[in-house]
Each structure stands twice: as C-alpha cells, then as structure tokens.
C-alpha cells in the first residue's frame, strides 16, 4: 500500500513566522487531502489538492503528483495554527492514508 | 448546513463488553468511512460503507463490524471490547464521485 512520511516531525515557531510542510508518498495517487486536527480531535479539511497549487488566506498548498511530494505553507503564523497537520493521499482504493503528521505549536 | 456528526463524544467501556458507535454523513454524501485513531499516531482505515454495503475493510478483525442505513447514516459495533481498542474513533464521508472527505469530531472511546 501507500506509504506517507511527513516532515518535520516537530515544529516550534513564534507567532508570525513562515512555514513549509512537506509530504512524500510511495505511489501514485488519485487525490489528496491536507488536515488540521485541533487539540480537541477534530479534524478539519484544509485543501483537497490532487495536483497544481491552491490558496486559502494564509494557507497554501502544491502537490506534484508526478514527484510523489506535496507542501503545505503557513504564512504569518498565529496560535490558532497550532494541532497536528497530516496530508492523507488517496489512492485507487479511495480510502485516505495517514501519515503520523507534523506537530505544529505557535507561541505569542 | 450541519457537517458530519458523531454520537456519543465520549464513552468508557469495560474490557468485554460492546459498544455501538453512530454517524449522520454530511448532507448530500453518501460514502461513509470510519477511522481508528490511537493516541499520538494517524487515523487508520477501518471499513466503508456505500449504498448500505461495505465496500472496502483495512486490516481490523471481525470484531469490527458496520452498518449503513438508507439514509446513509452509519454505525460502528466493536464486539469483545480490548484495552488496545482504547483510542478516537471518527467518521468521514464524502459526496459520490471525487470529492473530498469531511470528518467528524469523533467518538473517544476509553475501555477500562
């Protein structure tokens, strides 16, 4: 199956600072999701981005599907960003696969 | 427009026993996932359901097991309940097609 590995494992940043996330997959993909889970489990769909670039706000992301990578961006950092991020890619089995994810805090 | 919603939010269970957890998808869906997730590690695959049958399972015993109804809602039994089986428990669903999942808040199971 699938395999996703995510980096950095651990992120510490101060309140404004920029950020890159990074997911590499094993296989092709058919589609794939990055996710913020908040403290309290709740996971929340940030960008259903198979391939080509997207922006939401402060937020964006690039998935190159033929490299098998996607990259999350954060810019000017605030501390509603901290949780965890994982990237889930979608194969031809069209469950998600989860990496372990990239734990974000943001301190003021 | 209410997204997906889990009952009950918190639940504690004695080694042995069953439990039932329940799903409405978000309107318009009609692919329901469920998903295990252990503390500190990614949520995992456990079955989904489409058009009230399971289409597809990851690697979880029979002790997991599944329904989907008419209306597309959905629900998860765990059988003979193990401390291991301790963890959150979130439902997804997506609309026909390719779109993308929408999770739930889940259900944090704890088995005592």
């Known amino acids: 199956g699938i395999q996703v590995e995510q980096s950095p494992p651990d992120l510490i940043l101060q309140e404004g600072a920029n950020s890159t996330l990074r997911c590499n997959f094993s296989?092709?993909?058919?589609?794939l999701q990055w996710f913020h889970q908040n403290p309290w489990g709740q996971l929340i769909n940030l960008f259903y981005?198979?391939?080509g670039t997207k922006q939401n706000g402060r937020l964006s992301a690039t998935t190159v599907a033929t490299e098998r990578y996607s990259l999350l961006y954060i810019s000017s950092s605030q501390t509603t960003d901290s949780g965890v991020y994982f990237c889930?890619?979608?194969?031809?089995?069209?469950?998600?696969?989860f990496g372990t994810g990239t734990r974000l805090q943001v301190f003021p | 427009d209410a997204g997906v919603t889990q009952s009950p939010t918190h639940l504690i269970k004695t080694r042995g026993q069953q439990v039932t957890l329940r799903c409405s998808p978000k309107?318009?869906?009609?692919?329901v996932s469920w998903y295990q997730q252990a503390l500190g590690q990614g949520p995992q695959f456990i079955f989904q359901?489409?058009?009230?049958?399971?289409?597809q399972r990851g690697n979880f015993p029979d002790r997991f097991s599944g329904h989907q109804f008419p209306n597309y809602s959905s629900e998860l039994n765990v059988n003979a309940l193990l401390l291991g089986d301790s963890a959150l428990y979130l439902c997804?669903?997506?609309?026909?097609?390719?779109?993308?999942?929408?999770f739930g808040s889940g259900t944090r199971l704890t088995v005592v």
């Open positions: 889930a890619p979608r194969g031809g089995t069209d469950k998600l696969i």
């Open positions: 309107s318009g869906h009609d692919t």
């Open positions: 296989d092709s993909v058919n589609n």
């Open positions: 359901y489409y058009e009230e049958e399971e289409r």
């Open positions: 997804a669903s997506r609309p026909e097609g390719l779109g993308g999942y929408t």
């Open positions: 981005i198979p391939s």
